[in-house]
């Protein structure tokens, strides 16, 4: 079983968006899916549930380190969305557990000051510490069009010691399918596959490190 584990310093960056759109992924790639939605808006939880009977299920599981032994046995990916603000001791559960770590930023001075807070408290921790849990930045939101997003992306590549794995474009259709309980990859459109195209550097990476 792969396991994702997504934390943040801050609220409101991405992460039931990176959750949900991996496990539209993978769940379309017939892997048996299952997402434990330890914040306490449930966001991800109610996504997995409003999936419809049209497209691949994916188990949600809500709750804290405990419903890590309710994760059935043939699970392939395990997606963990953790609340807002959460430092080392919440993360410690699943720190054990996880075989990667994403991290998402927005492109904002004050996102920016926060995700590197959060990333020098990542570093203290032992299983990171010693390379043995790969961690990766995802800019999500981002405008590539404009200066402040360009400016953000190379202050966040020239001051992070982790890669960022990808870059993700602003864009509506994560907030009306994420209504649905579908994610981009539920669709073959021209133009949703044109988003599609923003994954896969993340996949990629996550890939390697599996």
Same mark, same amino acid.
């Given at each position: 079983m792969l396991t994702t584990l997504v934390a943040s310093s801050k609220g409101g960056c991405g992460k039931s968006?990176?959750?949900?759109?991996?496990?539209?992924?993978?769940?379309?790639a017939g892997q048996h899916t299952a997402i434990l939605d330890a914040d306490r808006q449930g966001s991800s939880f109610r996504w997995a549930t409003?999936?419809?009977?049209?497209?691949?299920?994916?188990?949600?599981?809500?709750?804290?380190?405990?419903?890590?032994?309710?994760? =059935? =046995?043939?699970?392939?990916?395990?997606?963990?969305?953790?609340?807002?603000?959460?430092?080392?001791r919440e993360l410690e559960p699943y720190i054990e557990t996880a075989n990667v770590l994403l991290v998402p930023v927005l492109p904002?001075?004050?996102?920016?000051?926060?995700?590197?807070?959060?990333?020098?408290?990542?570093?203290?921790?032992?299983?990171?510490?010693r390379g043995k849990l790969p961690v990766a930045l995802v800019a999500n939101r981002l405008k590539p069009w404009t200066h402040a997003s360009q400016d953000a992306v190379a202050?966040?590549?020239?001051?992070? =010691?982790? =890669?960022i794995a990808a870059q993700l474009r602003d864009s509506?259709?994560?907030?009306?399918?994420?209504?649905l309980g579908k994610g981009i990859f539920d669709y073959q459109s021209e133009q949703v596959r044109n988003h599609q195209q923003d994954w896969k550097a993340l996949l990629r990476w996550i890939k390697r490190h599996q």
């Open positions: 968006t990176l959750v949900t759109q991996l496990a539209s992924y993978w769940a379309q409003l999936r419809p009977d049209n497209v691949p299920g994916v188990l949600a599981l809500e709750g804290g380190k405990k419903s890590l032994q309710k994760v =059935p =046995p043939d699970t392939q990916q395990l997606l963990i969305d953790t609340p807002a603000g959460v430092g080392e904002s001075s004050f996102d920016l000051h926060a995700t590197l807070g959060f990333i020098e408290e990542l570093q203290k921790i032992n299983r990171i510490r202050q966040l590549a020239e001051q992070s =010691p982790f =890669p509506q259709a994560y907030v009306l399918l994420s209504a």
